[in-house]
């Protein structure tokens, strides 16, 4: 599968992990952090939470037996919601708003005509769920998957 993006939300402690993958924005993450600079926004790995792939990599055959390790109540993970970096879901969609708007008319010279489309697709599905969870005043993180 390789790397990917999830949005996960965090309302109160009530974390939302079910996302789509943003394979894209991760693929491209170096040039649309490029565009945030020129654009005057956060960049999009600013919003990278790396718990998940810590918490994986930190596993070695000399760890606990998996079914032995404690899972976390509220994430049912290995780690939990304080382990986790989260940023304001509307300073994340103000930042997908400005990719999303500037890339619908000026393509990146470094993504590829094949792949433009389907950035503007996934770039529309997160400010979909950002759109939600800033109405909720939820926090959110790009969690990073492997």
């Not at 304001?88 to 708007?101: I, P, S, V």
């Not at 529309?124 to 939600?132: K, Y």
């Amino acid at each position: 599968m390789g790397m990917t993006l999830w949005i996960q939300t965090l309302d109160d402690r009530d974390y939302a992990q079910d996302s789509d993958d943003y394979s894209l924005l991760y693929r491209y993450t170096e040039p649309l952090d490029a565009l945030c600079a020129t654009l005057g926004m956060a960049p999009l790995s600013s919003f990278f939470d790396d718990s998940d792939l810590l918490f994986n990599f930190s596993e070695s055959d000399d760890d606990e037996d998996e079914d032995a390790r404690e899972l976390d109540p509220e994430t049912g993970l290995g780690y939990g919601i304080d382990d986790m970096a989260w940023f304001d879901a509307a300073a994340g969609l103000a930042t997908l708003c400005a990719l999303r708007q500037h890339l619908a008319t000026v393509a990146l010279p470094d993504i590829p005509v094949d792949d433009q489309a389907d950035l503007l697709e996934e770039l529309d599905s997160g400010i979909q769920r950002l759109e939600a969870a800033t109405q909720r005043k939820a926090r959110f993180h790009l969690a990073l998957i492997e």
